[in-house]
């Protein structure tokens, strides 16, 4: 039975942001600018219904946006929920009809907020379902590629109204490399409306109900920092995930390429870690951790750094030297660790020469 | 060499004398609506008692709560302008968007969006609205407002747009008081502007009480140079810290913990200042206060600051007792009327202070104007104040062992003799003033902030620290006690030659001479 349809409060949008920012493993950038934003938005009235995949009619038209570029880059543009409503009017003009409702492109970071303010401004319900379950840096690293899915049509636009409509592609490789290119001219940030979905596509080919995992995510550290316990080992308890290190931050490597932020975070173990060294790479999200040395976790596993004290995700534009940091791993949905998923999200996807190898015991899977 | 370290708090003005590793001397006195009346009575009382000549002070080091008590107690804040700097970008998030609304409404002054800032690969964001700058600064000018603070979008990288903006304002209104948010903050543009506003809205405040203090030291015979605390637990001279009040932001809390530390010569404890209204509880980690992680919020608004990771709770001595409920303590304090209002000073109102006195805790005013009270009443309001402490104790604890607590501040007499996790409760002579003794012992800092071109990284963070390391020393740091407290480094891949912007902060313990 498909969950009833309900109408999502500030509240609920408050433990989203929480949980939004967890689930994007170092990347998709704060939720705070759309929290504002939507603080407006729902002040002034205005609200979004979220709505089960699993009771969308086969050929429900589905939207699905959210923004692309760096996060540093959103760290001084912000966001700007017209900008983004205005990717899918553009799309509908495209096609010719109307979307029933909008998915997220992303649940991680700022852009699982994207459809609840474009929700809200053009007043369609959000779909409980997302293509990645956490966030990824490139279109070729979702639910919608591994299932190959046309990527196109797709439009996008930048704060100065440029705007691109790209009507073809061949596969979601080179979506992702043209619209890339477009992204980093227009200075790493860009709205974008991607490939339109039927409400089939939402319930068999997308990561289900993570709008809602979220917000239960953000829950579980609110309730835990109100009553003074340790908001980390809630999100780990709440998702079955696991605790990987606690430590300090020793240096933090950035450099900016190609519209990404890539590098590498190091830290000295602290408690019982003491003595122990790990270091995380990241190109936008966290991909690979070394455990003294040796590989301890990786993509898709979701790789989640926190504020030890807080229980507040730490982005990969964020983390500083000297910062006192969780390494946490959750589970990733079962689509990304198929034999064809792990192509798209694996540890090669980013570079590595490595086989996945999912942190988590049998049992917990 | 002597140092003179003073702490104005909200209730009462502390000043000690410092000799190398020694306090020579301390004083507590009220604090007064002019601080400055204050620290000449403090000064008068440490020179006459302590008997050391004033021209042997080699310096005079201030902490001060004012700022953050004027943004916390929404007092003596100025009005600003805001200039945003980045339109097209970020239009639906204005200046002030995050701000609580009673702090806004005192603080806002004409706000303006105007096109211009950078991309993050250092291209102009949009040509830089010259005109519309101009129309800003004269509406600036007609608004009467003494301050203003300037954000553009990526100014970190490119402070272009900011300059720009800065030289139109000094043009067109003489005397504007000017903020730029490269000078304080990193990137984030929302975060860095608020820290821009609230300095922009402090810098009358900042101006008026240094001199207050400069005009209180030349009252009191003393000739040697003057400065301020800074939140990271360093100095600077009065002259740069008035330009930027927002770094003494909690600077009083950072001095008690380092105080603390310098008092009992523990590195690694708890540590809790009892002051006159607040209880402030801290960690020390190797002698330095543990640092909160996140975005730190001063009266409600969401700043990009390194801070001490503090725990404030209504709990002094000067905090108000319900006579009818012993459960009912505070957060109400009679701030520096404490000798004024208290029962045992003859006043009418029951505060904490009464409660250790009749208690037999503390040996303030007189003891027989609180004889009426009933013994059962004092041992549930104590043990009110008992579990408060205990409670937010264990609240900033992060490790799962029983760790030795510090108890500091002129309120200290409110601190149980045992408590649950903590393996004992550490009592330090002058412990009354431990934050005066954590400004007298303030370190001093040596800063980098440029870029390097044609090196490795390896290579432009050694000689980023070389040189931090240099003008420290040049401030007067001692080499062997000199650490790292920040480090950040930022490509520039808009410039040539593998540019790599460095800012590297290095202190150190001032060298004795």
Redesign the interface.
């Given at each position: 039975m498909p969950n009833p349809p309900r109408r999502i409060t500030l509240d609920d949008l408050e433990a989203f942001a929480t949980g939004a920012w967890i689930l994007g493993t170092g990347g998709g950038g704060d939720p705070y600018?759309s929290l504002?934003?939507a603080r407006?938005h729902w002040g002034a009235g205005k609200s979004v219904e979220l709505i089960d995949p699993l009771s969308l009619d086969d050929d429900d038209p589905i939207a699905c946006i959210g923004q692309m570029g760096?996060p540093?880059?959103m760290?001084?543009?912000?966001?700007?929920?017209?900008l983004i409503a205005r990717t899918i009017t553009m799309m509908e003009k495209h096609l010719g009809w109307k979307f029933k409702a909008i998915m997220m492109w992303e649940v991680g970071g700022n852009n699982g907020f994207q459809p609840f303010l474009a929700g809200a401004l053009l007043g369609l319900p959000v779909v409980d379902c997302d293509a990645m379950g956490r966030a990824f840096p490139r279109a070729d690293m979702t639910t919608f590629a591994i299932r190959d899915l046309p990527a196109y049509p797709w439009t996008m636009i930048d704060?100065?109204?440029n705007s691109v409509l790209l009507t073809e592609a061949v596969d979601w490789t080179w979506m992702e490399s043209m619209t890339r290119k477009v992204c980093t001219a227009w200075?790493?940030l860009a709205a974008t409306c991607k490939a339109p979905r039927t409400g089939r596509d939402a319930k068999v080919s997308s990561c289900l109900h993570t709008a809602t995992k979220a917000m239960r995510i953000g829950r579980a550290v609110h309730a835990a920092r109100r009553a003074?316990t340790d908001p980390v080992t809630a999100v780990v308890a709440s998702e079955q995930g696991l605790l990987v290190f606690r430590g300090k931050v020793t240096d933090?490597?950035?450099?900016?390429?190609e519209g990404w932020l890539r590098g590498t975070v190091t830290m000295e173990g602290l408690?019982e870690n003491r003595g122990e060294t790990f270091r995380v790479d990241f190109q936008n999200e966290w991909s690979v951790g070394w455990q003294n040395g040796d590989v301890r976790v990786t993509v898709p596993d979701l790789i989640c750094l926190l504020?030890?004290?807080?229980g507040?995700a730490?982005g990969t534009?964020?983390i500083?030297?000297?910062?006192?940091?969780s390494v946490i791993a959750l589970p990733a949905p079962a689509i990304l660790m198929s034999p064809k998923g792990l192509k798209h999200v694996g540890p090669r996807a980013f570079g590595y020469d490595l086989d996945f190898k999912t942190i988590f015991p049998e049992a917990v899977r | 060499m002597i140092r003179l370290g003073i702490d104005v708090g909200g209730t009462n003005t502390d000043a000690v004398l410092v000799d190398d590793d020694k306090v020579l001397h301390a004083v507590k006195t009220a604090t007064t609506p002019d601080v400055g009346d204050g620290i000449v009575t403090a000064l008068k009382r440490l020179v006459a008692e302590s008997k050391v000549d004033p021209n042997r002070v080699n310096a005079v080091m201030i902490g001060t709560t004012h700022f953050t008590n004027a943004v916390v107690q929404r007092r003596h804040v100025a009005k600003v302008a805001a200039v945003r700097i980045?339109l097209?970008?970020?239009?639906?998030?204005p200046p002030f968007?995050?701000w609580p609304a009673d702090l806004r409404a005192l603080v806002q002054g004409p706000t303006f969006m105007i096109e211009g800032?950078h991309?993050?690969?250092g291209?102009p964001?949009?040509p830089f609205n010259r005109q519309a700058m101009k129309e800003a600064a004269a509406r600036i000018r007609d608004s009467g407002v003494e301050a203003v603070g300037i954000a553009s979008?990526?100014s970190p990288l490119n402070d272009e747009s900011e300059q720009e903006a800065a030289e139109i304002l000094a043009a067109v209104v003489p005397g504007l008081s000017i903020t730029r948010s490269h000078e304080l903050g990193r990137?984030?543009?929302?975060a860095r502007e608020n820290v821009t506003l609230l300095n922009a809205a402090l810098v009358g405040l900042a101006r008026r009480t240094a001199d207050g203090f400069v005009r209180a030291l030349a009252d009191s015979g003393i000739r040697a140079p003057l400065y301020i605390t800074q939140n990271d637990g360093t100095v600077s001279l009065a002259e740069q810290a008035t330009r930027f009040p927002v770094h003494c932001f909690a600077s009083g809390p950072t001095n008690s913990l380092r105080g603390a530390a310098f008092l009992s010569g523990l590195g690694d404890a708890m540590v809790v200042d009892v002051g006159g209204t607040t209880s402030d509880i801290g960690c020390l980690r190797h002698g330095f206060p543990r640092?909160?992680?996140?975005n730190v919020e001063v009266g409600g608004v969401r700043t990009a600051f390194r801070m001490p990771?503090l725990l404030s709770i209504g709990l002094g001595g000067g905090t108000l007792v319900d006579p009818a409920d012993a459960s009912k303590i505070g957060p109400v304090s009679t701030g520096y009327q404490l000798t004024e209002r208290a029962l045992v000073f003859g006043g009418s109102e029951l505060t904490c202070t009464d409660i250790a006195v009749a208690a037999g805790l503390a040996d303030l005013g007189e003891r027989k104007r609180v004889s009426h009270l009933d013994h059962r009443f004092i041992t549930a309001a104590l043990a009110r104040c008992h579990a408060m402490l205990t409670?937010s104790v264990?609240?900033m604890k992060?490790?799962a062992g029983d760790v030795p607590l510090i108890a500091v501040g002129g309120g200290c007499f409110l601190v149980p003799e045992a408590m649950e996790g903590v393996s004992r409760i550490v009592h330090v002579p002058h412990q009354g003033v431990a934050n005066a003794v954590g400004a007298a012992i303030a370190q001093v800092s040596g800063e980098v902030d440029q870029v390097f071109q044609s090196m490795k990284?390896e290579e432009a963070l050694d000689r980023a620290h070389a040189m931090a390391a240099e003008r420290a020393v040049r401030a007067g740091a001692l080499r062997a006690s000199l650490a790292v407290?920040?480090?950040?480094?930022?490509?520039l891949?808009y410039l040539p030659f593998d540019s790599l912007r460095v800012r590297v902060r290095v202190v150190g313990d001032i060298e004795a001479r």
């Open positions: 600018f504002l934003e407006q760096a540093i880059a760290q001084e543009k912000m966001v700007d929920g017209p704060i100065r109204s200075g790493s003074h933090v490597l950035r450099r900016a390429s408690d504020d030890t004290v807080s507040e730490i534009e964020t500083r030297y000297g910062q006192r940091v | 980045g097209p970008a970020a239009a639906t998030l968007v995050d800032g991309e993050l690969d291209r964001l949009a979008v990526f990137i984030g543009l929302l640092e909160a992680n996140s990771d409670e264990d609240r992060t490790e990284r407290v920040d480090q950040e480094d930022i490509p891949s």
